[in-house]
């Protein structure tokens, strides 16, 4: 192997372990912040806070873990994105179990379930649209 492709591999290498601790932090931080007792938390007033909550993190789950099936296994663009999104479903529903079940302060909510739907639906429309784009040029 020449210099710039060890470079490049390199490079690819570099991006892939950032995309990856990224996934893994993000992820666990929604558990987290999902989780946590709401009296430590910071009281918001903003009309449905909390479900511009579960959508964003929603979007970044489902953004994320796309990325990182896309780097870490090369999953074509239409099964990694079928994973991000189930993924992203089935962990906010388990997170909405676990706050009925584990938690004092904080309940169950199907609306939350359908924020988080809306969130990574959002980001499955980027991403296939992003995929469209590029295909095109």
Request: aromatic share 20%; proline share 1%.
């Amino acid at each position: 192997m020449n210099y710039f492709q060890v470079k490049l591999i390199k490079h690819l290498l570099e991006r892939k372990t950032i995309i990856q601790v990224l996934t893994v932090f993000w992820t666990g931080l929604v558990a987290y912040l999902c989780l946590v007792s709401s009296d430590k938390l910071p009281e918001v007033n903003v009309f449905q806070f909390d479900k511009l909550g579960h959508f964003t993190f929603h979007f970044g789950i489902t953004f994320l873990w796309f990325l990182f099936w896309k780097t870490t296994y090369r999953t074509e663009n239409k099964f990694a994105l079928l994973k991000a999104f189930l993924f992203s479903f089935f962990f906010g529903v388990l997170i909405e179990i676990c706050q009925g079940a584990f938690t004092e302060t904080r309940q169950s909510d199907i609306h939350d379930i359908f924020a988080n739907s809306i969130g990574s639906l959002t980001a499955v429309f980027i991403i296939f649209s992003i995929n469209k784009f590029r295909s095109r040029t």
